[in-house]
């Protein structure tokens, strides 16, 4: 078990990341604080948008165990997505690499997609259990409620297709484990909601959009649209949440959101790089850093990620002229005026 106590705050959350990087994570323990809020309002404002996503959580509610056709066959080294997803594809590595090496390449690189997929899941199932504490409004702890259902089921249902279809895992990233640290630690409730509502699900939202449209394996496809649909909703809670609470932030609280999202997008650019991948297979890690990020279909893949997450962030108020040129160095800043996702 690694035991995390003296986690930094956000304004080192990079550092934070590189610290952890060559660590195994087998478990993952940290000391997370924040203020129980009970709220005694009654629960039923008129017109609430969180009551309507309560309802909606309810009425969408399944079951992985009855629901998903289990029973679909998958072959594990058949690629989710296009041979071009893999990120050695292309490079100088991936042409000395034998054809049983790249079909083990392309096998474990998916595995350890949906891994990194279900490692967030799971993280997103403490960080919903602490929304429900710290929300500050009944309306909104009733929906937090229903997301801690969903995010069980999701990583249900990833855990066994994981498990039991791709016949491989993998741990989390540093990079992810660094940024669920930075959530998860943060006292105030409108982080929590910023770093999981906006970021962790926002990218989820996209990337999951991405594999539904171009993955040929039914069974994945199956389960990311029930998933899909459940991330939307959470992302919507957000960004009521939040356009809600952003129109009144002092000037330092509006600069330490911005450094958040700035470090935060950083460290889900890099999540995608598959170190875990190539060092399990022997080959060279930074030489395969490299080429993942000089392969133009994984640039593309990595900015599309950030399609739903940049948008929202306009929503909330928290694109600001300080902001907007950490975005553009990331090369995501042109998914700002993207029309909000209408699949809820």
Known sequence: ???????????????YAQSLVGKKFADHETSAKHPVLYAFDDGAQTGSPYLDLYAKGKREGWDPARDVPWSTPV???????PEEMCGLYGSEIWERLTPRERTRARHWNGAWTLAQFLHGERGALLATAQLVSCAPRTDQKLYAATQVQDEARHVE?????VREKMEKTFPPSPHLVALLDGILLDSRWDMKFLGMQILVEGLALAAFGWIRRFSQEPLIREIITRIHRDEARHVAFGVAALTERYKDLSDSERRE??????????????RFL???????????????????????????????????????????GLISDRLRPRLAALEILQFEDLPADDDL
């Open 1 to 15: 078990m690694t035991s995390n106590a003296g986690t930094p705050g956000n304004d080192a959350l990079l550092d």
């Open 75 to 81: 072959d594990p080294e058949s690629p989710i997505l």
């Open 157 to 161: 249902a990833y855990e066994r297709y």
């Open 257 to 270: 959101r911005e450094d958040f999202v700035a470090d935060a997008c950083h460290l889900m650019r890099d």
């Open 274 to 316: 598959g170190d875990e991948v190539w060092e399990e297979m022997g080959l060279p890690v930074a030489q395969c850093r490299q080429a993942v990020l000089r392969s133009e279909s994984m640039k593309v893949f990595r900015q599309m990620l950030f399609s739903r997450i940049v948008p929202d962030l306009k929503r909330v």
